[in-house]
């Protein structure tokens, strides 16, 4: 599931999208890890929610600024409790 129409455009976003995700926001079951990745295709920038397969199951597009300083985020976690 892909939603481009929703391009992250803040850190506070990107952390909001991955809380989301830890808590299984949009239905999301099965969530093994996120990524920050290029598509082969367009080279656009996004934020990936992957399964124990590294499949797919939710992205959404980043703006560049968010892609370089949004890295450690990702890969670190979050630092907001969540409830």
Do not use: C, P
Request: negative net charge; without cysteine.
């Amino acid at each position: 599931m892909n939603n481009e129409a929703d391009i992250i455009t803040t850190l506070t976003e990107l952390e909001t999208f991955l809380i989301s995700v830890e808590n299984g926001g949009s239905g999301l079951t099965n969530v093994a890890g996120v990524a920050m990745a290029t598509s082969n295709k367009d080279g656009h920038r996004f934020v990936a929610a992957l399964d124990d397969q590294h499949q797919l199951l939710l992205s959404r597009g980043v703006t560049e600024e968010v892609f370089q300083t949004g890295q450690n985020l990702v890969r670190n976690g979050t630092s907001r409790k969540t409830h």
